[in-house]
């Protein structure tokens, strides 16, 4: 039966044509998206930049409250409606969005893989992406059979539609739904629903379509329960991950652990991290952490 595997994992990621953590430190980090640079705040990059100087496009500037707010500035000329990007064979919209974001988290791209393997060779695969944002996500797990893609929010879920027609995938299985994330899997429990694999990438606070308020620390232990209840035995995988939260790998992996133990396979947490680019000596780049993670995978 599923157990807790203590020691904690780290899932890398490192920069691909299009994407690329290209130097950190003093508080902020500078990325390429395509052919843009863009400076954010990143409080753990406590270390100090490699490069003398950051040339970048723009730079968001937080606002004094830590949870949000912000603006950004532009220094060079960036397509406001935005510009294409890819991973693999999934294209979608790179945008400056006022949450600070560029449209698509490019920390999630080992977890994508990981999904991906864990239903490798499947066409049947039946998975649910649970604030599925703007659908990179969905796109990957399209290859292995129909998705179930939910996200609170009609521009994201308009913005993954828009993204599934650039990536020439708009006739995939997948279900695109505007619907509170625990809601809808509450009533797929009741409709005796099943899945191969369920991915959920909660924000520490969130609201459903009709104004439900999500916080993470209340509603993740009903979330994880229901999400166990449309699993079984002959299921894949279930994969959370949280971020700017201070909680450990440990408590979710625990929270996993608890739901999970009637069924077969390992459990597993750990962190998300991106790998900066190799330096021009040679030398690997730092790694930076982003989320911390709790998976569940049938052996
Ligand atoms: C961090 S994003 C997920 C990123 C995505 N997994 C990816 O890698 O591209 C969080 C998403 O949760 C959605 N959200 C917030 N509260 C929600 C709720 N109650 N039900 C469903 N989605 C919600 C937001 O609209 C947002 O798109």
Request: glycine share 12%; proline share 6%.
């Amino acid at each position: 039966m599923a157990e807790l595997a203590l020691q904690p994992l780290v899932m890398e990621g490192a920069g691909w044509a299009d994407y690329g953590l290209i130097d950190s430190g003093h508080g902020r980090k500078l990325e390429r998206y395509g052919p843009y640079r863009f400076i954010r705040p990143e409080p753990q990059a406590m270390w100090s930049p490699r490069l003398d100087a950051w040339d970048a496009h723009a730079e968001f500037v937080p606002g004094s409250d830590e949870d949000g707010g912000g603006r950004w500035q532009f220094l060079k000329d960036v397509p406001r409606d935005g510009w294409p990007l890819s991973w693999n064979q999934a294209k979608f919209t790179a945008q400056c969005t006022p949450f600070r974001h560029l449209g698509f988290f490019p920390d999630m791209a080992p977890v994508w893989d990981w999904m991906r393997a864990m239903v490798a060779g499947r066409d049947d695969a039946q998975t649910l992406n649970l604030f599925g944002y703007t659908g990179v996500g969905s796109l990957a797990l399209s290859q292995c059979g129909p998705v179930t893609h939910v996200d609170a929010s009609k521009k994201s879920v308009a913005q993954a539609r828009a993204n599934a027609e650039l990536s020439g995938m708009a006739d995939r299985p997948i279900r695109w739904l505007v619907d509170d994330a625990g809601k809808f899997t509450a009533r797929e429990v009741r409709r005796g629903k099943r899945y191969d694999g369920i991915i959920l990438d909660p924000p520490k606070f969130g609201r459903g379509p009709e104004g439900e308020v999500w916080r993470l620390e209340d509603g993740l232990p009903g979330l994880i329960g229901d999400c166990r209840r449309l699993l079984d035995a002959d299921s894949r995988f279930a994969f959370l991950t949280v971020y700017a939260v201070r909680m450990s790998s440990i408590a979710i992996g625990g929270l996993l652990a608890e739901h999970f133990a009637d069924l077969p396979g390992i459990i597993e947490h750990g962190e998300l991290a991106v790998r900066e680019d190799g330096r021009e000596d040679g030398s690997a780049g730092r790694l930076l952490p982003t989320a911390i993670f709790a998976r569940w995978r049938n052996a």
